[in-house]
Each structure stands twice: as structure tokens, then as C-alpha cells.
């Protein structure tokens, strides 16, 4: 039963309308990224990835969660379908953990997808012999669970929890990591790119127009050990006590419990 | 099999389920209430849906609220009429059924025999989106009944059902029925309720107002004066015929008929056809104001 719920997730999450979307933010990234080095033909591959990368894909990242994570549970409650699922002999905990993960999985594909456009754009061919796109391809893994099992648990916690997740994802993430002293530590966004060990966005492309962009994101000295640190406990926070509040609380079709 | 003891439900300030003691077992029982009665809030206490703010609910004698042990036991077909739109009749049962715990094989069979029992094994796979009312409340139920529970909890399962649809349904109950199910079947049609049981459960303003035999119950509205309704284009004659019978305690007539007040309807209505033939008199129309839930509670609770 538990491969079956994590597999009917998943193919609902990658439904063919979903892959279209996203993979047309993925050529969108590609094209994006085409024009920039056609206007700064002068940055280095590595430094023009790098901040391509922090500006466009690790935005996007945050975004797809939000709308991924919405699918787990606060679609079925906005659509009333949550009662058959809910009335059914699987442990709550268990339902909600192997949805959270289909999720996180389909957008790991989805903004990996976007990672090999965005390094096919700046590095030619398929974009492989990126010396980042390894180190993206795992942060990118990571931020999913991250953020997958962050915007659930907002998602069991508050009703209408699409603002606050794309609130969260949009100006939260892009503008605490550039604000002084210890804030952007608050940021999952710092510690992604700690673990995708790049340079920091806010030390590259001082000289295009993107730069102030750039410089916006801030910088920051996290290592990697500290990033993986951190996200290994926001994420096994997140899913015990999204799976606890979740095993105890009511959810009912939304204008029922109003 | 259900026991609800001293149950109340609030929602804020507003409450759903007051003070509820009852007992279901085997069989059909009807939950019978107007509109915002309380029923569908007895069903989600039951189903584990909800937890009593007051109160115990119970259900094989476990806490319904979340519980795996009581869902592999129980069906319930929810009011709603929200689906996976997306997905075929046939997907979206198959999909319950793998939820329910069987494994590939298992799941596809009994998909197929349950909506063969509700009449939809050719017309499974048409998309949801495109089905009818009737075929959705049949759906619906073949997802309750799929894995044979005890107990199957149906709310407002008549809704949207042509007559021979509704014919079909309520025969499907008493199959289960008779195959020892405890039922439990939420309405606010009183006709509908009287088709499928005499057992029932009376909710108004979220109390339980009164359990039994619906028979019984109707003995007591016939204690009442009780109304009827004649359209005819002759309301003086007719009239003039009525008020002369013994048991007729009142007449009032306008241009197209004549309301009247008695206090053996029984006998009034053997009455009726006599007085038609012999003096020649139609009667276009004919209703009972007072055979419909509303006058059962006005009745019951005296106003």
C-alpha cells in the first residue's frame, strides 16, 4: 500500500499538463540564460552560472515547492477530496510522509531539469562539464526536501497556505539572505548554497546588469558541513512534527469547517 | 456496532451535535433532519473525521478519530459531490481500493464487481468530469462498499438519483442489509426514509429529538389535526360535502380548492373517492401540506 500511495502521488504530481509547465520555465531558464551571455560576453562560464544559477534556479526552486507542496494535502481540503483519503486505513503519518516525498521528488526532477537547461545554456552541448552542476543537482535535492517538508507543514498549520508559502519563497528567501549581520542564517536559501559550494551570488557579476541583483542575494561564509547540518534538522523537524500534528488534528473540505 | 454517548460537537460558537446519546446496530437506520440538523456532523464523528468537543464516540468499540482499525471496517460515502474529475469512474474507485490495502489483482477485481453492483461496470471509464449526478452518488457508494465493510455510512445518497436509480439503490441497501450491515443512511426527505426503513434517528438543531420506529412517530402526527390540500374547480360543492363528515374539523376554500383540517385522515381518505363518485365532483389536485419532515418536528417539538 505505501508503494502505492507514494506512486499514485507521484504520477499526479507529474501529470503531462504539470511536465509542460514546467518544462517550459526549464526553456525559459535556457533562453534567459542565452541572452545574458550574449549581452556579457566577457564573464567567466563559472562566474556567469554561479549567479544565473543563485538568480533564476534557486528562485525557482522555493516556487515549485510551494505549488508541489500545495498538492499534498491543502488541494485536497480546497477540493473537498481529502474524505475519501482520510477515511481510508492508512496511517496519517505515513500518507502525509510518502506524499511530502512524491512531491519533493517531482520537483527535484522538475528544477533538475531547469539546472541541466540553465548549464546547457552557459556551457554548450549538454552542459555537463559544468564543474557546479553536481554540487546544484545535490542542493537542489536537498532544498526540495527542504523546502517540501517546510510548505507541508505550513500547509497543516494554516488555512490558505499558498500565500504564505510563495510570501515565504518570494520575498522571504530573496531578501534575507542580503539583509546585515546573522539574519540570512534564517534563510534555507544560505544554506543551499553552502551545499552547492558555489561562490556566493553577491561576489560575482559586479559588472553587468545583473550585478545589483546579484549583490541583493547577499553574501555568505556558511561550509558545507554547516548547510547539510542544518537541513538535515529543519527537514527531520519539519516531517516528525508535520507527521504528529498531522496524525492529531482535523481537516475537513474547507468551507465545512468554517 | 456505533455508540454515541453525550456527544456534542461545536464549531466556535455555533453548535453542530448537542448532547447526542444513541445506539446503532445491525440493519438500516435512517438519520433523519432538515438542513443543518446535524447529520452530516453525526456521520463525520462516526467516520473519525471530527472528534466530539464533549462526549464519546465509538465505533466496534474504538475511537473512530484517525483510526486504521475502524476504516478497514467501515465505508462511507460523504455528501460531496467533489472527485478527481481527471480520473475515470473505474481509476478512481481502483485508486480506493489500493488505499484500502489490496494489492494490484485484488483491487482490480473488486473495482469491477462493485461497480457492477452499482450499475457502472460499462460506463467506468468515462472520465468523472463527465458523469452524471446519478452516476456519481453510484460511484461514490461502490467506493463505500468495496472492501466489504461492516459498516457502510451513506449521507444524502439519494440526491441526484432518477426513480429507477433510487429503486436500485434502495434495494442495494436492503441486500446489505439482510446480509447483516449495520447501514446508516442520512436524509431530509421523509418518503425517501420511509422506503428504506422504519428505523430511525430524528435530528433537529443538532439534538436528537426522537429514535424508533417511524411508524410510530407517524402515529403521533396523526394524533394532530392534519391538513390536506384538494385542487378542484368546484371548492363550494366540495365543501359543502366535507364539512358535513364527522371527523373534518375545518374547511377554507379559495378559487382553485379547499384546505381542510382532520382529525382521522385515514378515515378521510376512504371518504374521499365516495364523495367524488357519487356527486359527480373532480379533484385536479391533491396534497398533504403536513406529510413532510418540518410538520413531524413542528409536531414534535410542539410549535
Keep these: 500500500m505505501e508503494a502505492y500511495v507514494f506512486k499514485n502521488a507521484f504520477s499526479e504530481y507529474m501529470r503531462l499538463k504539470r511536465v509542460i509547465v514546467w518544462l517550459l520555465v526549464a526553456g525559459g531558464l535556457f533562453m534567459a540564460a542565452r541572452l545574458f551571455l550574449n549581452v556579457n560576453g566577457g564573464e567567466s562560464q563559472e562566474e556567469s552560472y554561479s549567479m544565473l544559477s543563485s538568480l533564476l534556479l534557486f528562485r525557482m526552486l522555493p516556487l515549485a515547492s510551494a505549488i508541489f507542496s500545495s498538492g499534498v494535502l491543502s488541494q485536497e481540503i480546497e477540493q473537498k477530496t481529502v474524505v475519501y483519503l482520510l477515511t481510508r486505513p492508512i496511517p496519517r503519518p505515513q500518507f502525509l510522509l510518502l506524499r511530502t516525498l512524491a512531491s519533493a521528488l517531482a520537483v527535484m526532477i522538475m528544477a533538475g531539469a531547469s539546472a541541466l537547461g540553465l548549464s546547457a545554456a552557459v556551457y554548450g552541448g549538454l552542459g555537463l562539464s559544468n564543474p557546479y552542476l553536481f554540487h546544484d543537482l545535490t542542493a537542489i535535492a536537498v532544498g526540495s526536501l527542504a523546502y517540501g517538508t517546510l510548505f507541508v507543514l505550513i500547509s497543516l498549520i494554516v488555512n490558505r497556505s499558498m500565500i504564505v508559502c510563495l510570501l515565504f519563497a518570494f520575498a522571504w528567501e530573496t531578501s534575507v539572505p542580503s539583509m546585515p549581520g546573522s539574519v540570512y542564517l534564517l534563510s534555507v536559501s544560505s544554506y543551499l548554497t553552502a551545499i552547492a559550494q558555489r561562490p556566493s551570488p553577491g561576489n560575482a557579476g559586479q559588472n553587468n546588469p545583473f550585478g545589483s541583483l546579484a549583490s541583493a542575494l547577499g553574501t555568505n561564509t556558511l561550509t558545507p558541513d554547516v548547510g547539510w547540518m542544518a537541513m538535515a534538522c529543519l527537514i527531520a523537524f519539519c516531517a516528525i512534527f508535520g507527521a504528529w500534528w498531522f496524525s492529531r488534528s482535523e481537516y475537513l473540505p474547507r468551507e465545512d469547517a468554517e | ?303
Design chain 2, 1 to 303: 456496532m456505533i455508540q454515541l454517548q453525550g456527544a456534542s460537537r461545536w464549531y466556535g460558537q455555533v453548535i453542530g451535535l448537542n448532547d447526542v446519546t444513541c445506539q446503532i446496530g445491525p440493519g438500516v437506520t435512517a438519520l433523519l433532519g432538515m438542513n443543518g440538523a446535524g447529520k452530516s456532523t453525526m456521520l463525520r464523528l462516526i467516520t473519525g473525521q471530527m472528534r466530539p468537543t464533549t462526549g464519546t464516540v465509538t465505533v466496534l468499540g474504538m475511537d473512530p478519530f484517525a483510526n486504521t482499525e475502524v476504516y478497514k471496517k467501515l465505508g462511507y460515502c460523504p455528501e460531496i459531490d467533489n472527485f478527481y474529475e481527471h480520473r475515470t469512474g473505474r481509476q478512481f474507485v481502483y485508486m480506493l481500493a489500493r488505499f484500502a490495502g489490496y494489492d494490484h489483482k485484488r483491487a482490480q477485481l473488486l473495482t469491477e464487481q462493485n461497480l457492477e453492483r452499482v450499475g457502472m461496470a460499462t460506463r467506468g471509464d468515462g472520465k468523472i468530469a463527465g458523469y452524471s449526478k446519478g452516476m456519481r452518488q453510484r460511484i461514490k457508494l461502490a467506493q463505500a462498499m468495496l472492501h466489504d465493510p461492516d459498516i457502510i455510512l451513506l449521507d444524502e445518497p439519494l440526491n441526484g438519483l432518477d426513480p429507477v436509480g433510487r429503486r436500485d439503490y434502495i434495494a442495494l441497501l436492503h441486500t446489505l442489509a439482510e446480509n447483516g450491515k449495520t447501514i446508516m443512511v442520512s436524509s431530509h426527505i421523509l418518503f425517501e426514509v420511509e422506503q428504506m426503513t422504519s428505523s430511525i434517528l430524528l435530528l433537529h438543531r443538532g439534538r436528537l429529538l426522537a429514535t424508533g420506529d417511524l411508524r410510530v412517530i407517524r402515529e403521533l402526527i396523526d394524533k394532530h389535526p392534519h391538513k390536506v390540500r384538494l385542487e378542484t374547480s368546484e371548492p363550494r360543492k366540495w365543501a359543502e360535502q366535507l364539512v358535513a363528515l364527522p371527523f373534518v374539523l375545518s374547511v377554507e376554500f379559495d378559487r382553485s380548492g379547499l384546505e381542510l383540517q382532520t382529525r382521522e385522515p385515514s378515515q378521510f381518505y376512504d371518504a374521499l373517492p365516495t364523495i367524488s363518485r357519487e356527486h359527480g365532483l373532480a379533484v385536479t389536485g391533491f396534497s398533504s401540506p403536513d406529510n413532510n419532515l418540518e410538520s413531524i418536528f413542528r409536531y414534535l417539538v410542539n410549535e
